[in-house]
């Protein structure tokens, strides 16, 4: 007969089967990673990483510079970074430091110009025209900040100036006495490259005592300098309506004035009467309020003349916009903060994204495109001092005719960090001519 032995079974504590388990289950996850970190290279791309796209139909590089390629996205509102426009003050007295505002009393009401121009900026308004428009309103993407001279901490930004010549105005002269006299700025101007100079200036008193001419509230802004006129005597003097109400002469009134003008400075054109640019701008007849037709709708476009000035649309802020990138026109006027390298600013194209830059674009901390993303690029794209562009290894990256740079001069950014795996290699395709420059890791 066969007899059958059986080995005796001893019981085994749960708790050591589970700690052998979990050990066991570490190594193996161990090995696993060390097997994956064999499989995936990380490096920076040269040129030799680079597909040459030769029958790609020559890029059009005049699109860098429409207010097309600027225009606001509202699914991607980091494409259109706040801005700080510098801005100062010259309050021009005659030659006894009268008639004008004075140093003693009057720096707090200039602060409070520049808080109330920006409380404007922060206030878009739906446009008024055309009737029952779909105008969209979109954010306003810049502000004022006042700016003295940074190697004089006691610097305010705000001047007092007194010229028996030059204090004054009268806007029907023909001589050099109007409003588009240079001679303040030529004589007065301070970091003419660097910051756009106000002036504060009056109507002649002899003029203003005449009853056929008009002490308004009037401005020129062109260039690197705009002009407000009228402003002291016009808040000296509040109007009194027919009904007994008193019209009192404020900064924010003056505000709106200020940010014409100075829309003038960034790019802006009138828009009632001439062609601007914009489509989205009509023309009118120009009514200063409501009333009668046709002036039963008014304009509040801030570069029109009306009594409001509080809406700009996506094509004036896009123009705008545009001259930021420019080094010739705005762009100097501007803080430089695209130069700190801000990690938390960071942009990431996502996963199954197909995204066209056609403008210019700052970035402020480091630019990831993920698995499966592709961004063109095809104008100039700086990146801040520390920073680099990553493509993830399903990542496809296409520089058409686009300089890749660090517009700063507090050093280089680092390059294009490619991440490939076993099976897959981002893709990197060059069409035109291609600027890779001032990186650490040489293209």
Same mark, same amino acid.
């Given at each position: 007969m066969l007899k059958l032995k059986f080995r005796k079974l001893y019981k085994v504590p749960f708790t050591i089967l589970f700690q052998g388990n979990v050990l066991f289950l570490i190594i193996f996850l161990l090995q696993i990673t060390k097997v994956s970190a064999q499989k995936s290279t990380t490096r920076f791309a040269t040129r030799a990483d680079a597909t040459v796209d030769t029958a790609a139909k020559k890029y059009n590089s005049k699109s860098c510079t429409t207010y097309q390629a600027y225009l606001y996205d509202s699914l991607n509102p980091a494409y259109t970074p706040m801005r700080l426009v510098k801005v100062n003050f010259h309050i021009i007295q005659d030659g006894e430091g009268k008639n004008n505002f004075q140093e003693a009393t009057s720096k707090g009401f200039f602060r409070q110009l520049?808080?109330?121009?920006?409380?404007?900026?922060?206030k878009n308004e739906k446009m008024n025209l055309p009737k029952e428009n779909s105008t969209e309103?979109?954010?306003?993407?810049?502000?004022?900040?006042?700016?003295?001279?940074?190697?004089?901490?006691?610097?305010? #930004? @705000?001047?007092?100036?007194?010229? &028996?010549?030059?204090?004054?105005?009268?806007? +029907?002269?023909?001589?050099? &006495?109007?409003?588009?006299?240079?001679?303040?700025?030529?004589?007065?101007? /301070?970091?003419?490259? !660097?910051? @756009?100079?106000?002036?504060?200036?009056?109507?002649?008193?002899?003029?203003?005592?005449?009853? $056929?001419? !008009?002490?308004?509230?009037?401005?020129?802004? $062109?260039?690197?300098?705009? !002009?407000?006129?009228?402003?002291?005597?016009?808040?000296?003097?509040?109007?009194?309506?027919?009904?007994?109400?008193?019209?009192k002469f404020t900064t924010w009134t003056l505000s709106a004035l200020m940010n014409h003008e100075l829309g003038h400075c960034l790019g802006l054109s009138h828009s009632w009467n001439v062609d601007d640019g914009c489509d989205d701008t009509p023309k009118h007849p120009g009514c200063w309020n409501f009333g009668a037709p046709p002036c039963d709708v008014c304009s509040n476009n801030v570069m029109d003349y009306n009594a409001y000035q509080m809406a700009y649309t996506p094509c004036q802020i896009a123009k705008i916009c545009m001259g930021f990138y420019n080094d010739k026109t705005t762009r100097k006027y501007l803080v430089?903060?695209?130069?700190?390298?801000?990690?938390?600013?960071?942009?990431?194209?996502?996963? #199954?994204?197909?995204?066209?830059?056609?403008?210019?674009? &700052? @970035?402020? #901390?480091?630019?990831?495109?993920?698995?499966?993303? /592709?961004? *063109?690029?095809?104008?100039?794209? %700086?990146?801040?001092?520390?920073? =680099?562009? $990553?493509?993830?290894?399903?990542? *496809?990256?296409?520089?058409? #005719?686009? *300089?890749? /740079? %660090?517009?700063?001069?507090?050093?280089?950014?680092?390059?294009?960090?490619?991440?490939?795996? =076993? +099976?897959? !290699?981002?893709?990197? @395709?060059?069409?035109? +001519?291609?600027?890779?420059?001032?990186?650490n890791n040489i293209w």
């Open positions: 520049v808080d109330d121009a920006n409380n404007r900026l922060n309103v979109v954010p306003i993407p810049f502000r004022y900040v006042l700016a003295g001279d940074p190697a004089n901490p006691n610097d305010d #930004g @705000i001047y007092y100036h007194r010229n &028996d010549s030059l204090f004054a105005m009268n806007k +029907k002269s023909k001589k050099k &006495d109007n409003v588009f006299d240079r001679r303040q700025y030529e004589l007065y101007g /301070t970091q003419k490259d !660097k910051v @756009i100079n106000i002036f504060i200036i009056e109507h002649y008193p002899d003029s203003v005592a005449s009853p $056929t001419y !008009k002490a308004s509230s009037d401005g020129v802004g $062109t260039g690197s300098w705009a !002009k407000l006129v009228g402003s002291y005597h016009l808040w000296k003097n509040p109007v009194v309506m027919e009904n007994g109400d008193t019209l430089n903060d695209w130069c700190n390298y801000q990690p938390e600013k960071s942009m990431s194209i996502a996963s #199954g994204e197909q995204v066209e830059w056609a403008g210019s674009m &700052d @970035i402020f #901390g480091d630019l990831v495109v993920e698995n499966n993303a /592709t961004l *063109t690029i095809r104008c100039t794209v %700086s990146m801040p001092p520390g920073s =680099k562009i $990553t493509l993830m290894p399903k990542a *496809t990256l296409i520089l058409d #005719g686009c *300089t890749l /740079t %660090s517009r700063c001069n507090n050093g280089n950014w680092e390059g294009i960090e490619i991440l490939s795996g =076993k +099976k897959f !290699k981002p893709s990197i @395709i060059t069409r035109n +001519k291609v600027i890779v420059e001032k990186a």
